[in-house]
Structure formats: structure tokens, C-alpha cells
């Protein structure tokens, strides 16, 4: 793009398959962000001026379940829900100020998380580290697997997230491949990241394939710390990604792209 030194931030709004492209990989000297489009830039904007307060997290749902209805197996393909041990430390260190709230194991369930997500007027952010499950020709039934409530349901569902009011600055979706969905002509990614932004949140953080833990657990931490550090200056949420996923790539365990560069942000970049 011979693009002048001074330009510090791209703001993408891709088309078709390129909104799987990470382009933090193509340029890592600049924040990125990636916006269906202008015209929900300018919607997202004029809905930034009130602030949230404290983090809900969410953390190592509790998948023990010995009778899983028929129902429940075939929109999550038949897939055994292993356990995450590394996102119950995540939940705790990103949910770990005054006024935050954490949900770990059977608290994890989806009914339990929209009503605690009911209690407060604006969250800062809400942070759901488990598993996604995607499926990119039915977008609506994909879902993000949280512990099992006493009737066997454990998804929570796209098109339940649409009609549901998640009032947060940011969602950050710390899961496998929840940037992914149905490419609709004219609409661009039909999935769990446009749920959540209609559903209240101007910035959604979501992968964009299938992540590792421990390096995801790495990043996440770091990315609150410079996004709502304990002290000292604030970075906005497209800054603290770019240094977050720089801080990951300095791990020579975690130097491969394939541990951090799948991490992108949709939404409003400060």
C-alpha cells in the first residue's frame, strides 16, 4: 500500500475470504482492526461514549456429562469436549480487579453467564475462554461449549446471542476458530463475532483458527495488562493485541505464527 511511516493503525474492512486473512501477519509494525463495514464503523462509534466496569470471565466449563441428548451430540458433530485446565488460570489473571467476576466449572453454564452478564449495566468486557464450535454453513447453530446445565444443554448459540443484549466494550471470544462462520455475498462473515457485536459489544476478539492453550493463555494475559493495566497509561484494544501477539512471538516456544497471528479484532480499534 506504500503506506507513510507516520500511519500507525489499519482499519480493514475485508471482503469475502480475505476476512480470514491475518493481516497483523502481513504487517506487524501497525495496530489492525476489521470492520464489516464504514456504515457500522460510524453506528459503533456513536455508542462508545459510555464505559463499562469489570471483566466477566468465564473459564474451564465443567464437560462432564454422562448422558448427553441426542439433540445436544448432533449440533456439536459428536465431538468429546476435553477438558481446558490452562483457561480456568486465564479466567482468573484476566478477571483478577476489584468489581470483576469469574465463573469457573458448573458456575460456567450458559444460563448462569447471561444472568450475571444481566446484572450490571456495561461491562468493560466479558471474556469466555472454552471451546468453539463452528459450523460454517449453518452459522446460526454454531455455539460456544460452556458447562452443562442440569437438562444437558451446554451451547450457548449464535442465533440465541443475536436476541440476547451483552452489553460490553469488549467480548473476547478465547476459544478455537470463533473469527470463522457462513461468507454471505454482501454481508460479509455470518457468525459468532456478528452475534456478539449486535448483541452490545463494539469490539470482539476472536481467532481465526484453532488455538493452543497455553500460548493463548499467554496472550490473553498480556493483552489485559496493556489494556487495563493495574496502573499507568491505558493502550486501546487494536495497540495491546499488536503488542500482545509481539510479546508471544519473543517466546521461542510460541515464535511460529501459528501461536499468535490468529488472534484478530473486529470493531472499533481504541
Request: charge should be positive; proline fraction near 6%; charged fraction near 25%.
Amino acid at each position: 500500500l506504500a503506506l507513510e511511516s507516520r500511519t500507525q493503525r489499519l482499519l480493514i474492512s475485508p471482503d469475502g475470504v480475505l476476512g480470514y486473512v491475518p493481516f497483523a501477519l502481513l504487517d506487524p509494525s501497525r495496530h489492525v482492526a476489521y470492520m464489516p463495514s464504514m456504515a457500522t464503523h460510524r453506528v459503533l462509534r456513536q455508542e462508545r461514549s459510555t464505559r463499562g466496569t469489570g471483566v466477566l470471565a468465564l473459564g474451564d466449563p465443567d464437560y462432564r456429562w454422562k448422558t448427553v441428548p441426542a439433540k445436544a451430540v448432533a449440533v456439536r458433530g459428536g465431538m468429546e469436549l476435553v477438558p481446558l485446565p490452562a483457561t480456568r488460570v486465564e479466567a482468573r489473571l484476566v478477571g483478577n480487579l476489584e468489581g470483576d467476576v469469574v465463573l469457573l466449572d458448573k458456575e460456567a453454564t450458559p444460563k448462569h453467564f447471561l444472568h450475571t452478564v444481566s446484572t450490571r449495566k456495561r461491562w468493560a468486557a466479558v471474556h469466555l475462554a472454552c471451546h468453539g464450535l463452528i459450523d460454517p454453513e449453518r452459522p446460526m447453530r454454531s455455539a460456544l461449549g460452556l458447562a452443562f446445565e442440569d437438562n444437558g444443554s451446554n451451547l450457548l448459540v449464535c442465533a440465541d446471542i443475536f436476541q440476547r443484549r451483552i452489553p460490553a466494550d469488549l467480548a473476547v471470544l478465547s476459544a478455537c476458530d470463533t473469527g470463522r462462520g457462513k461468507i454471505v455475498r454482501g454481508e460479509g462473515i455470518v457468525g459468532l463475532t456478528r452475534a456478539f457485536m449486535f448483541a452490545g459489544a463494539p469490539r470482539v476478539l476472536v481467532s481465526l483458527w484453532k488455538v493452543d492453550d497455553e500460548a493463548t493463555q499467554a496472550l490473553m494475559v498480556k493483552f489485559y495488562e496493556l489494556w487495563r493495566p493495574k496502573k499507568g497509561p491505558r493502550l486501546g484494544a487494536a495497540a495491546a493485541l499488536k503488542q500482545a501477539q509481539a510479546y508471544v512471538r519473543t517466546q521461542k516456544q510460541w515464535s511460529h505464527p501459528y501461536y499468535w497471528a490468529a488472534w484478530v479484532l473486529w470493531g472499533l480499534p481504541d
